[in-house]
């Protein structure tokens, strides 16, 4: 089965799910990021798998990374190992006794960037992330060093280094200089449309829809959504993926990515977040599109959109 769906009807979903949600007061700033955010700020972008964009809103604002890190990490992973290779890795921590909250990071993304290559050379391994993040936004993200400074200064005084240890949650490199490649991926910035052509470089086969690089190979989009979807507390994820039926990753900055499989990807944008780091506004934006044009990842209907932009007489 297959369907179409209309490009003026995309667009108006976008302009639908900015003006339900612009003058939304839900959540609050996270306190590492009140320098640098703007509470009023909203964005939302699509980027279709034929590098059609569609944009309304602070799409031009940057806002930190943060864990969404993990998914040009996991392109890196998947490119050096084969999916049993990394699950077979991954499997080693399964007895171990550490979570996001009791450490202040997110353990599995420290345990990717440890795997990849190369090891005992942080500047090679940042490099190789970087490179990959660079082909799938399309562009240079901006460090913020400032904030880059006080979350590595934080990781430092929350000892959690020792943290890991005590957990005996292995990790494939040297911690300290995991744990400051981690600071630093999530410290880089990005705006909603770069976030959006990312999403979209996964969602047409590793082709990056605006650049046109090739930028890996298509077989590993599925696992990469895939691990997208599975980021995260478990029943948050049930329970958002039941409502929006899309694989979703968050940033405590107030950046959401949605992966549209074949269609291409949403990037939302509002710093207020809830007490789990999701932007309020951002998630709903997100849900509103999704159901706006009927678009779930799990149906059997294959969707396209329409070639050519309806004209207007």
Known sequence: MER???YNDLKKAVEGAYEEYKNLEKGAVDKRLAAYSDAKNYGVTIVLTDGRIIEKGDTNVRAALGNIATVPVHAVLLQQNSVKELVKKAGKTENAKINDENVGVCPHTVRA???VEPQNDADGKYDVIMNMLVSMLGNEPV??????????AANIAA????KFADANYELYDNTATVLDTYAKLGALTVTTTELATLGATIAADGVNPVTKEIVFDGENSAPLTTIAALHGDADRIRREMLKSGVPEVYSYSGLVLAILPGLGAIAAYAPEVGR?????KGVR???YITNAIDYNVFASARVSVEAKEAVKA
């Open 159 to 162: 000892n959690v280094e020792n």
């Open 113 to 115: 960037i440890s795997a």
């Open 285 to 287: 934006a997100v849900r």
């Open 276 to 280: 789990h780091g999701r932007s309020k």
């Open 143 to 152: 460090l913020n060093d400032k904030l880059y400074q006080a979350n590595a």
């Open 4 to 6: 179409k769906i209309s």
